[in-house]
Each structure stands twice: as C-alpha cells, then as structure tokens.
C-alpha cells in the first residue's frame, strides 16, 4: 500500500502549554514553469480550498489579480478577496492540478483544504501518534478494505 507519513508541527503557547496541529510539506508550482517551491501547510477538513498567502503567488510568478475573483470567509468570521490559479501541486511522489487560491494579502495562512484534495487521497489524522497520514485513491486496495 502506498502512503505518505507527515509529523504534526508543534507551536510552544504562551502557557507553556505545547500545541500539536496537522501540516504536511507539499512542493508547488506554476503550470507553465519548471521551478517548484516547498510549503509546510496546515492541514484543515474544515476548509473547502487550499489558500496562500499574496508571497506566494509572486514567489510562484502568478499575476494575482488575473486569476479569479473570489470571497473568502474564515472561521474567525474575516472575509477577505483572493485570486484562484491553477497550479500544480505534489504531495509525497503524487502530483495533481489543483485550483489554489491566493489572498489579496500577505498574513494569510497556509492551509490545505479538501477541494480537490480529498478527491485524490484518504487522509487519516492520528491525533495519538501526531501523524497525518494520506493514502492515494489509486490504491484500490485500500479502498476496497474499507468498503468491504
């Protein structure tokens, strides 16, 4: 079976207290070019699409402001405009197209959303072993283990 393992990242609070959250390191690129850049992201099943920050579309060499005009709403009750752009995204050795969107700002955090994400992998968070695991789709047997 083939999978892909991703340690949760840890935040040390002001409480002292440490706080474990799901990111996996993903590379990114351009449609039409052949530079790739690496990201840690947050991994987050509550949110529809995967967002970067307006750096990384410049980082990317994407003019912002021709992809298309979206409004983003976040759990915090923000909103905020971005740009969706086709780009091409790998996790572990998989590749795929994605519609990534782009904020119209640079504090935007990095998170990788189900759209179209879960479409292309099970993803299993084991919270006890602070692991984020992804199963490509492909894997039929897999995926024939859980339905039968």
């Given at each position: 079976?083939?999978?892909?393992?991703f340690p949760?990242?840890?935040?040390?609070?002001?409480?002292?207290?440490?706080?474990?959250y799901?990111?996996?390191?993903?590379?990114?690129?351009?449609?039409?070019?052949?530079?790739?850049?690496?990201?840690?992201?947050?991994?987050?099943?509550?949110?529809?699409l995967?967002?970067?920050?307006?750096?990384?579309?410049?980082?990317?060499?994407?003019?912002?402001?021709?992809?298309?005009?979206?409004?983003?709403?976040s759990?915090?009750?923000?909103?905020?405009l971005?740009?969706?752009?086709?780009?091409?995204?790998?996790?572990?050795?998989?590749?795929?197209?994605?519609?990534?969107?782009?904020?119209?700002?640079?504090?935007?955090?990095?998170?990788?959303?189900?759209n179209?994400?879960?479409s292309?992998?099970?993803?299993?968070?084991?919270?006890?072993?602070?692991?984020t695991?992804?199963?490509?789709?492909?894997?039929?047997?897999?995926?024939?283990?859980?339905?039968?």
């Amino acid at each position: 079976m083939s999978k892909f393992i991703f340690p949760y990242s840890f935040e040390l609070l002001e409480n002292r207290k440490i706080f474990a959250y799901p990111t996996v390191n993903i590379t990114l690129k351009k449609l039409t070019s052949k530079n790739e850049f690496s990201f840690l992201i947050l991994v987050d099943s509550g949110a529809e699409l995967s967002l970067f920050p307006k750096s990384d579309s410049e980082l990317l060499g994407l003019k912002l402001e021709q992809g298309q005009k979206i409004n983003i709403g976040s759990a915090s009750g923000d909103k905020f405009l971005a740009f969706l752009h086709p780009v091409m995204m790998k996790i572990g050795n998989k590749r795929i197209k994605i519609e990534a969107a782009f904020s119209s700002k640079d504090n935007t955090p990095r998170v990788l959303g189900r759209n179209p994400l879960f479409s292309h992998f099970f993803i299993a968070f084991d919270h006890k072993k602070q692991n984020t695991i992804f199963i490509p789709r492909s894997d039929k047997q897999f995926e024939k283990s859980i339905y039968s």
